[in-house]
């Protein structure tokens, strides 16, 4: 665990998953005086089944509640969240653009109207069940590191957290394996020790969001639009540019010999652009809204490994810093299928530097020969 401090009050977002069942287990056991939670989300009330969250989850957590002996609530979340994530995932697909709402969720709704809910029951910590750790620095700063599991690390989707939140905020599961979890989860007889994982974006059980834009929209938002290659050629027609994402291939109808894949989606047009697998292929991006976790702001670009979806690799490229809190990202290799709207996080090693929403792909930059090596504060040596 990344701090102790017995006998404070902590909150623990319990899901009705194995993983905030164990946290909030190892923060009792460490002396704090824990407080559960539920989080009632857009979904439940429409009869859709799911993984987390959902009625079936939430009596799970009131179980394990109930055998650790301590207060438990269920939360109605499901104004703030439709508000201020579902209302965005919905915005960022009739951009063109690929959201990654559990990015939106950790910072508003978990770390932003939870935490807010935490101070109102004075909690000093906020607890979760992610995979990964809050150090803090000799300097005074709180850092965020990859999880010792790499293989179910969570701090691609927390990179964008402020000081004041990775103050406060608790992450018992960032030493442990997702197996040691699930074994201290029977060893304490947890009805969650064997519940299956999430692998969808909670408020889309089976993953279908073109279906989820299809009932909140309906079809006559989607205005059909021409499919064309990357020289100009009519290919095809899409049915709407909020159904494809950049890399995808399949469901494009495009009848000339493949494979076709979409490179670039172009709403002011409503054209979707198909390319040869080739054409996937980006050295260089533009990212907005960076933060950045060591430091307020780098002094000049900066030698990291950048990670541009979520169980992708982090792979070498040199991060410079632009006007307006954007900025320009250049891989040493090709990377396939940037997407705007995802979030790219830089990496040094095991700790996260910081990271921004895709803005667009822009072009290579030649002659760069290598970026320069990065002093633990942040500055070019």
């Known amino acids: ?63 394990v509640a109930a055998r650790l002996g301590i ?18 995932f919905i915005q960022e697909y009739l951009a063109g653009r690929t959201p990654n709402p559990c990015v939106v969720c950790n910072r508003v709704i978990k770390l932003g109207v939870l935490w807010d ?15 990964a750790r809050v150090l803090a620095s000799p300097a005074g700063r709180y850092l965020l590191w990859r999880g010792r599991d790499r293989r179910k690390d969570q701090s691609y989707v927390l990179y964008n957290l402020d000081q004041e939140q990775l103050a406060h905020l608790l992450l018992p599961l960032g030493n442990l394996a997702k197996a040691e979890v699930r074994e201290m989860a029977r060893k304490r007889g947890f009805p969650t020790a064997g519940r299956p994982e999430s692998q969808e974006v909670c408020f889309i059980p089976g993953g279908d969001y ?12 989607f205005a059909p639009g021409p499919i064309v290659s990357t020289d100009g050629e009519v290919l095809g027609e899409h049915p709407g540019v909020a159904f494809f ?30 390319g040869r697998q ?16 060591p430091f307020d702001w780098p002094d000049g670009p900066l030698e990291v490994e950048a990670q541009v979806r979520y169980r992708g690799p ?31 996080v830089f990496y040094q090693g095991d700790a996260v530097v910081g990271g921004a929403t895709i803005a667009q792909p822009c072009g290579e930059r030649t002659g760069w020969d290598g970026p320069p090596s990065l002093s ?6």
Request: aromatic share 6%; glycine share 10%.
């Open 1 to 63: 665990m990344n701090r102790r401090a017995d006998g404070d009050r902590v909150l623990v977002a319990m899901s009705g998953g194995v993983d905030s069942s164990v946290a909030a287990a190892l923060l009792v056991e460490a002396g704090f005086s824990v407080v559960g939670i539920t989080m009632k989300l857009p979904g439940e009330e429409a009869g859709v089944e799911k993984v987390c969250c959902s009625l079936e989850a939430a009596e799970g957590a009131r179980q």
């Open 71 to 88: 207060p438990y609530y269920v939360l109605d979340m499901r104004e703030e969240f439709e508000r201020l994530v579902v209302q965005h």
């Open 117 to 131: 809910r935490a101070r109102a029951l004075e909690c000093e910590f906020l607890a979760t069940g992610h995979y």
């Open 210 to 221: 073109r279906e989820f834009l299809r009932s909140r929209l309906g079809e006559r938002v």
């Open 245 to 274: 994402t950049v890399g995808q291939r399949r469901g494009l109808g495009v009848r000339r010999p493949g494979p076709w894949y979409v490179v670039e989606i172009r709403p002011r047009e409503n054209a979707l652009v198909v």
């Open 278 to 293: 080739a054409e996937l292929l980006g050295r260089s991006l533009e990212g907005e809204d960076a933060r950045f976790i």
């Open 314 to 344: 982090a792979l070498p490229a040199l991060v410079t810093p632009l006007p307006e809190r954007r900025v320009r990202v250049d891989f040493r290799e090709p990377q396939r299928a940037i997407a705007p709207g995802q979030a790219v």
């Open 376 to 381: 633990p504060g942040g500055r070019q040596e």
